[in-house]
């Protein structure tokens, strides 16, 4: 069974760096698609960013150019780099997998940026 577990998530001041780090067990087979998501209070959830086998990327308009997002495949991880934090990113992050069309995520990890 799939289980995704986020990591890393805490309070930071704007301007400032986080990583945050996923694991991703129990699939035999390399995920067709690994990233983020975020949800802040009131909001949808929304893409924040993806990397698929093959190497393609996908972003979040509001985060392009501050965050990135990587793949260890030898070590079923995803991680996001983020950068130039601002109060709007403030959200719980969601660790999102794709494997033969099904969805799964993580419980997801609050980051907090203050002013």
């Known amino acids: 069974q799939v289980q995704l577990v986020e990591y890393g998530g805490r309070a930071v001041q704007t301007g400032g760096s986080l990583r945050l780090s996923c694991s991703a067990s129990?699939?035999?087979?390399?995920?067709?698609?690994l990233g983020w998501y975020r949800q802040a209070p009131g909001k949808q959830r929304e893409l924040v960013a993806m990397?698929?086998?093959?190497?393609?990327?996908t972003y979040g308009d509001s985060v392009k150019g501050r965050f990135t997002v990587s793949r260890d495949d030898s070590r079923d991880m995803v991680y996001l780099q983020m950068n130039s934090l601002k109060p709007e990113d403030t959200a719980v992050y969601y660790c999102?997998?794709?494997?033969?069309?099904?969805?799964?995520w993580g419980q997801g990890t609050p980051v907090t940026v203050s002013r």
């Open positions: 999102y997998a794709q494997l033969r069309k099904l969805d799964y």
């Open positions: 129990g699939s035999n087979f390399a995920f067709d698609a």
């Open positions: 990397r698929s086998y093959g190497g393609s990327e």
